[in-house]
T-cell receptor, first 113, second 114 residues
């Protein structure tokens, strides 16, 4: 039973264009959502997060949108750069579960020059 | 560099064997988390320790155990290994144990069971 789903295993985007990574969840108790980025042979690194009381959070080129009614969040990267090529994981947590992180399977983003 | 170290980087062993993975958290962090990542899957939370005490348990098999020592480093023990235990094992640390705190990940240990 996957509570957090990233349905696109990979995504290819031209350099300079917008990258949109999607994530769906099933558990309505989730109240905090995060995106992590992972390069090969490294551990995941935190990118950006959003609380369920917000619908948007922005940090430089990265924006996360949350649609609670659709149980959907997305990560927008504008403009996409070659260094953005990595695997992106969506994770969700709930206060009632002591903020244990539940992870999606990841989306591999490839930025083409 | 996240400040979290894990040893060894790679481990190759046979079925039925036992191995120990080691993690040193970032300086000052009291919480340590262990995750397993199998091929093309997301990270599965195994267990969390906070200041030496077990704080939360996830999908950790009975053949697996962990502990956090007084110096805050942690070890994950995997025994009676099976082929399906082959995976990347990540350790993460965070500052506190209550509420959400950003987790910083080590580079992982790749375990191969033959």
């Amino acid at each position: 039973d996957q509570q957090v789903k990233q349905n696109s295993p990979s995504l290819s985007v031209q350099e300079g264009r917008i990258s949109i990574l999607n994530c769906d969840y099933t558990n309505s108790m989730f109240d905090y959502f995060l995106w992590y980025k992972k390069y090969p042979a490294e551990g995941p690194t935190f990118l950006i997060s959003i609380s369920s009381i917000k619908d948007k959070n922005e940090d430089g080129r990265f924006t996360v949108f949350l649609n609670k009614s659709a149980k959907h969040l997305s990560l927008h990267i504008v403009p996409s750069q070659p260094g953005d090529s990595a695997v992106y994981f969506c994770a969700a947590s709930a206060e009632v579960s002591n903020y244990q992180l539940i992870w999606g399977a990841g989306t591999k983003l490839i930025i083409k020059p | 560099d996240s400040g979290v170290t894990q040893t060894p980087k790679h481990l190759i062993t046979a079925t039925g064997q036992r191995v120990t993975l080691r993690c040193s958290p970032r300086s000052g962090d009291l919480s340590v988390y262990w995750y397993q990542q199998s091929l093309d899957q997301g990270l599965q939370f195994l267990i969390q320790y906070y200041n030496g005490e077990e704080r939360a348990k996830g999908n950790i098999l009975e053949r697996f155990s962990a502990q956090q020592f007084p110096d805050l480093h942690s070890e994950l023990n995997l025994s009676s290994l099976e082929l399906g235990d082959s995976a990347l094992y990540f350790c993460a640390s965070s500052a506190q144990g209550v509420g959400y705190n950003e987790q910083f990940f080590g580079p992982g240990t790749r375990l191969t069971v033959l």
